[in-house]
T-cell receptor, first 110, second 115 residues
Framework: DQQVKQNSPSLSVQEGRISILNCDYT??????FLWYKKYPAEGPTFLIS?????DKNEDGRFTVFLNKSAKHLSLHIVPSQPGDSAVYFC?????????FGKGTLLTVNP | KAGVTQTPRYLIKTRGQQVTLSCSPI?????VSWYQQTPGQGLQFLFE???????NKGNFPGRFSGRQFSNSRSEMNVSTLELGDSALYLC??????????????FGPGTRLTVL
């Protein structure tokens, strides 16, 4: 049973617009959530994270929102740039283990 | 500071063979985690080693094993390879492990193809 779900395998956005990537989870023990970005032939790189005691964390163009009651988090990228095109993984942490979603391929069109 | 390195980068094996992958963490990092990435399953956790001890293990068969040396370098071994083992194997290191407040640094991965 998938504990972290990214239901959209892909997303296409126009340059300059907002990209919204979604992630749902089922395990209420998760207490920390992270987003990773992955380019082809490279390992994932850490993007932004949020603790379960917060509902929003912002870092430049990237904002992560957490809705604990809905067990839902989202990553907003504003404005989107062509260089943001990559696979984005949502991950959740509990008990020394990270659980990843399957990823969403974001394509930002010039 | 050098990043996480993984060797080899690419590997082709046939069914039934065994394979060993290597990971060198960032200097000073004591935790090494291994992940398998496949198109259908995304990133899946294999196991984590900390100070030469396996601290956590994902839901993979016993054919998948690993170890960590005193210098924190880690190896993972897959025996009796199956076609479904074809994947990108990623290693990640961190100072203390996968706890909430430690960032993991990933290596570039080893692309394993099983024919």
């Amino acid at each position: 049973d998938q504990q972290v779900k990214q239901n959209s395998p892909s997303l296409s956005v126009q340059e300059g617009r907002i990209s919204i990537l979604n992630c749902d989870y089922t395990n209420s023990m998760f207490d920390y959530f992270l987003w990773y970005k992955k380019y082809p032939a490279e390992g994932p790189t850490f993007l932004i994270s949020i603790s379960s005691i917060k509902d929003k964390n912002e870092d430049g163009r990237f904002t992560v929102f957490l809705n604990k009651s809905a067990k839902h988090l989202s990553l907003h990228i504003v404005p989107s740039q062509p260089g943001d095109s990559a696979v984005y993984f949502c991950a959740a942490s509990a008990n020394w283990e990270l659980t990843f979603g399957k990823g969403t391929l974001l394509t930002v069109n010039p | 500071k050098a990043g996480v390195t993984q060797t080899p980068r690419y590997l082709i094996k046939t069914r039934g063979q065994q394979v060993t992958l290597s990971c060198s963490p960032i200097s000073g990092h004591r935790s090494v985690s291994w992940y398998q990435q496949t198109p259908g399953q995304g990133l899946q956790f294999l196991f984590e080693y900390f100070s030469e001890t396996q601290r956590n293990k994902g839901n993979f068969p016993g054919r998948f094993s690993g170890r960590q040396f005193s210098n924190s370098r880690s190896e993972m071994n897959v025996s009796t390879l199956e076609l479904g083992d074809s994947a990108l194997y990623l290693c990640a290191s961190s100072l203390e492990g996968q706890s909430s407040y430690n960032e993991q640094f990933f290596g570039p991965g080893t692309r394993l193809t099983v024919l």
